[in-house]
T-cell receptor
Framework: DTAVSQTPKYLVTQMGNDKSIKCEQN?????MYWYKQDSKKFLKIMFS???????INETVPNRFSPKSPDKAHLNLHINSLELGDSAVYFC???????????????FGSGTRLTVV | SQKIEQNSEALNIQEGKTATLTCNYT??????LQWYRQDPGRGPVFLLL?????KEKRKERLKVTFDTTLKQSLFHITASQPADSATYLC?????????????FGTGTRLKVLA
């Protein structure tokens, strides 16, 4: 059973399009995240939800909108895609901070987004 | 602003030797430091965490040290094997004990030669 699963794994799209990436976790974790990994392998947090409540919202263009319908799902919708949005997007989940220190984040396998 | 540096150059070592990777940080004092392994095309996998009041942490062939004076963590893999070849990322906590937020270094690629 995959603990954190993201779909799609690959996404190639044209500039200006709108696309969504979906994420689901079956670990029973309360907190989910979106990270972006650029071509230089820099992994940067974008958003985090705890029990469907937004708790981390980094400086990200408002073309990016997360949505958490329940604590097991966190989706990322991107409007008006730009070339610079090309990256690998990782979903992750964790338990509450007191347990995060022992178990860390659990990451999905990533969605490689290519904007052409 | 906070800055994390890991060796951007790849590290090649011979099988059986000890690999040592470095994570340096500036401009803040993290309460926790984590190490992750990332294989190509996969997400990072959590390995170890060390707290600011701990000098050293071990798990099987892995050892992590945390020197808050030098603002540096060292990650050691003893008796390295080709299967240890991967990119290793350090991540430092932002905020206190209740934080969910970690910032990641860019990683060091390790290659263990048979």
């Amino acid at each position: 059973d995959t603990a954190v699963s993201q779909t799609p794994k690959y996404l190639v799209t044209q500039m200006g399009n709108d696309k969504s990436i979906k994420c689901e976790q079956n670990l029973g974790h309360d907190t989910m995240y979106w990270y972006k990994q650029d071509s230089k392998k820099f992994l940067k947090i974008m958003f985090s939800y705890n029990n469907k409540e937004l708790i981390i919202n980094e400086t990200v263009p408002n073309r990016f909108s997360p949505k958490s319908p329940d604590k097991a799902h966190l989706n990322l919708h991107i409007n008006s895609l730009e070339l610079g949005d090309s990256a690998v997007y990782f979903c992750a989940s964790s338990q509450n901070p007191s347990r995060l220190v022992n178990y860390g984040y659990t990451f999905g396998s990533g969605t490689r987004l290519t904007v052409v | 602003s906070q800055k994390i540096e890991q060796n951007s150059e790849a590290l090649n070592i011979q099988e059986g030797k000890t690999a040592t990777l470095t994570c340096n940080y500036t401009n803040y004092s993290p309460a926790y430091l984590q190490w992750y392994r990332q294989d190509p095309g996969r997400g990072p996998v959590f390995l170890l965490l060390i707290r600011e009041n701990e000098k050293e942490k071990r798990k099987e062939r892995l050892k992590v040290t945390f020197d808050t004076t030098l603002k540096q963590s060292l990650f050691h893999i003893t008796a390295s094997q080709p299967a240890d070849s991967a990119t290793y990322l350090c991540a430092l906590s932002l905020g206190g004990s209740g934080t969910y937020k970690y910032i990641f270094g860019t990683g060091t690629r390790l290659k263990v030669l048979a």
